[in-house]
């Protein structure tokens, strides 16, 4: 089934490039760098002493031991765990309610939940209740990034997708940097309770700035036919008829981006949930949570400029005349191999070098990650962008649950040494098995 006719543009806008995609993506770049301050803000405030008392149901001003911060290690995994497993579920119910409802409506809804999780998060008193209100969380945020790739694949050329989805994937550094500086502040002034209830308001502002200005270009007043023409020069088939992930799955490619989610993502979960409690715990570093704001501020730069500059690698090698199968493979591999020394950042002793490292390998990560998402609007059409996005990205989290169901664990009896050298293997580990199932990132036949 064909879509509509378009409404035509305003006529002031007919003959010109008007470049509003690019607008579409500053404010995906917004809704990404929101997304990520509401979902690290606890990685901060399970470092303050009253917090972690009220979830060990201690009395107030219990004084902590040894024994009390494993327990804590364990416990914070384990909710860690269920958030992630409520983040696949997520991926999974939101990336089949955007394909159904539109990226509009779907991503609002998106919005909704998980600003209101955020906000809740400042009344639990129990480990039960942030169980509970971190599950939320999880299956809201995860709206974000099937939303985002499925409106970068209606908003932009296959030419410019890499660089656009590394752009707006850059605003997840911006929201780490902000936590980073903010949250330590505000748990000094105000209390862990409300750390939560401040830094979850902007949420409410994202959803009143997507509702107002989002619709899809063929919709949107504001798009000249030039750039219209400029969106759709790949001449790819625009249908109405859904196509779901139950219809997407028995693809190898969808296989292969959920390989990849499910084998990587549980890195920068690990960045995401530990390194705090990693700079904090290190004696070498001499770091807590007022001191750690620099270092995350060079991690996450860093990782910012990652995210763009291989994001702009793949799109170059494709403008010079390479086959997006080579430009994003090749770019992923360099990414790869950028991860790889992040193990000595665990046995260093000079807070420069972990920082360095750890950077770097981020970096490589958003990198990695911008091309991940992009093959998959390489080899599926439009309006199955989001659910096959939903679908992988439940692998992604799936990876990341086990990862942080046995992180406390594996930090309690082996140090912080055997997460990083899983994360060093993980990328080029990745790479080989998507190869090995998309040798050509070759479309699925369109029916």
Sequence with gaps: MQTKPAAPPAPSV?????????????????????????????????????????????????????????????????????????????????????????????????????????????????????????????????GNFPSAIKTVAEWFPVKERSLATGLFNSGANLGIILTAFSVPYLLERYGWQTTFLVSSCLGVVLLILWLLFYRRPEEHRSVSEVELAHIHSDNETVSTEKLGWGKVIPYRQAWAFAAGKFMTDCVWWFYLTWLPKFFNENASFKLDLKTIGPAFLVIYLVSDAGSILFGYVSTSFIK??????????????????????????????????????????????????????????????????????????????????????????????????SLFLIASVAYLSALAVIHLLVPKLAPIPEK
């Design 14 to 142: 007919l003959g010109t490039m008007t470049n509003y995609r690019w607008r579409i993506l500053s404010l995906l770049f917004f809704a990404t760098t929101i997304n990520y301050v509401d979902r690290s803000v606890l990685s901060y405030v399970v470092n303050n002493d009253d917090f972690k008392r009220q979830m060990l149901d201690l009395a107030p001003g219990t004084l902590l031991n040894a024994d009390h911060e494993k327990a804590f290690n364990v416990l914070y995994g384990n909710v860690q765990s269920l958030f992630k497993l409520a983040y696949g579920l997520g991926f999974v119910l939101m990336g089949w309610l955007i394909d159904r409802l539109g990226t509009r409506l779907g991503y609002a809804i998106s919005i909704t939940l998980w600003s209101l999780s955020a906000i809740a998060h400042g009344f639990v008193g129990s480990v039960r209740g942030l169980a509970v209100v971190r599950v939320g969380l999880g299956i809201g945020e995860a």
């Design 320 to 417: 010079r005349g390479w086959s997006p199968n080579a430009a994003r493979k090749t770019t992923m591999l360099l990414c790869a191999l950028c991860v790889v020394p992040i193990y000595f950042a665990s046995v260093t002793g000079s807070l420069v070098v972990a920082v360095a490292l750890i950077a770097i390998a981020a970096a490589a990560h958003q990198g990695w990650s911008a091309n991940l998402y992009t093959i998959v609007t390489d080899m599926f059409p439009k309006r199955a962008v989001a659910s096959v996005i939903g679908f992988g990205g439940m692998f992604g989290a799936l990876g990341g649950a086990l990862l942080d169901k046995n992180s406390g664990w594996l930090i309690n009896n082996f140090g912080y040494g």
